[in-house]
């Protein structure tokens, strides 16, 4: 069964300063890949998609994550932490096409 | 505007008694889906619908309904054998033909129950 594993529950930086979200997926074959962002009491927005075309992925609000199939990782980075990325992050796996399947979340903080 | 809008924002209700969310999207999306979310946890599917007049369990559809009599229409209905409702919903739908299913969400609803 595709899972995937968010390493840090909590994750906090200085605005300015880069912002990386690690996550590990487990599949036995080659997965489509997510990442959603919730605001707090929002739904939530798609970042960006992994679907097997480039390794890297560059998504909105100047976010972006690396498929790195050696090391079964899919971790999101940004270059420069801003105030408004203060959210709750997640790691996702579509094991079926209809179907998704959630990691446990990241809570980024920025400090000011 | 196209997107997905679920309807109360918060909703409170009695223990033993019904509750109906509603999700409403103008998308044309084909599948809609409704999940749960509680706190320090990722969203878990209830129940999921591909095409008009049918629909799949997911995880956790213990203690819940759903009916899709229209494409633009899922309704989830939180029964009183649901032993723990309160929670926050989350409605959503995606494109049945694309090659990957691309899910968007709704606002969302957040039900108590005393």
């Known amino acids: 069964a595709q899972s995937v594993t968010q390493l840090d529950s909590h994750v906090s930086v200085s605005e300015g300063t880069p912002v990386l979200l690690r996550c590990n997926y487990s599949s036995s074959y080659s997965p489509s890949l997510f990442w959603y962002v919730q605001h707090p009491n929002k739904g939530l927005q798609l970042l960006l998609k992994?679907?097997?075309?480039?390794?890297l992925v560059k998504g909105i609000n100047g976010f972006e994550a690396e498929f790195k199939k050696s090391e079964t990782s899919f971790h999101l980075t940004k270059p420069s932490a801003h105030m408004s990325d203060a959210a709750e992050y997640f790691c996702?796996?579509?094991?079926?096409?209809?179907?998704?399947?959630f990691g446990t979340g990241t809570r980024l903080t920025i400090i000011p | 505007d196209g997107g997905i809008t679920q309807s109360p924002k918060y909703l409170f209700r009695k223990e033993g008694q019904n509750v109906t969310l509603s999700c409403e999207q103008n998308?044309?999306?084909?599948?809609m889906y409704w999940y749960r979310q509680d706190p320090g946890q990722g969203l878990r599917l209830i129940y999921y619908s591909q095409i008009v007049n049918d629909f799949q369990k997911g995880d956790i559809a213990e203690g819940y309904s759903v009916s899709r009599e229209k494409k633009e229409s899922f309704p989830l209905t939180v029964t009183s054998a649901q032993k723990n409702p309160t929670a926050f919903y989350l409605c959503a739908s995606s494109i049945a033909r694309l090659a990957v299913y691309e899910q968007y969400f709704g606002p969302g609803t957040r039900l108590t129950v005393t």
């Open positions: 996702v796996v579509s094991p079926e096409r209809e179907k998704l399947t």
């Open positions: 998308l044309n999306h084909d599948a």
């Open positions: 992994y679907t097997s075309a480039a390794t």
